[in-house]
């Protein structure tokens, strides 16, 4: 199991905590019904998972994650909305520890642009799907992000952020390998689509700068490119400057692309 490139520093959290089943689940939420059993992986703080419990109750939600740290805020927010739907676990998602056909739906959100065997990792979510169920993927990809304007800094933070993740074993253009990965896994039956999100009014600049500009200086990303020697201190600080300068402008404006796909078992 690939260790988490981003980490779960309070900048990595925030953009997390941002995540809802409507602005991150979207190409899903058709496909679930009440009395569904769905397993959330990679369930991070929470906040996907209980939009995805609130519309399958009174079915069940397993949510898992490689860190139980970061379990202690998924248990907070199924409480603060009110779910008795929902129990948390840590898994690998190389090696589940559930039977065959366990669940309806299998879902990951931004999980596979980080692991080490992203075809092993659909294998087992097929396998614990149950014969018809669905199992559903969302990834960025990394270089189907833009912003406008492109300030001095903005334009390394990319290229030293593909070798960090890519040092780590990860795969940050994961959107566009999505279907085929699903389909090396045995999926013959593979939906594939895109979505995006979209960063352009002051409180959304502020806070999405603070969120990558922030992990880019001070989280494991940016231990990770200093100990790997993709990136200095001094350079880190002049990416940081970056993002904040590009998140005063104001015409600032900055597009994730996103693949998803939907399989059926």
Known sequence: MTAYTHGHHKSVLSSHQWRTAENSAAYLIGHLRPGQS???????PGTITAGLAQRVAPGRVTAV???EVV???????????????????????HALDYDDGTFDVVHAHQVLQHVADPVQALREMRRVTRPGGIVAARDADFGGMVWYPDPPGMDSWLPVYYKVARGNGGEPDAGRRLASWAREAGFADVTASASSWCYSTPEEREWWSESWGGRMLDSPVADRAVAGGQATREELRRIYDGWKTWAAADDGWYAVLHGEIICRA
């Open 71 to 93: 379990l202690a805020e998924a248990r907070k927010s199924a409480a603060a909305h009110g779910l008795g739907n929902v129990d948390f676990a840590v898994a690998d998602v």
């Open 65 to 67: 994650d490689a860190a």
């Open 38 to 44: 769905v397993l959330d992986v990679g369930c991070g």
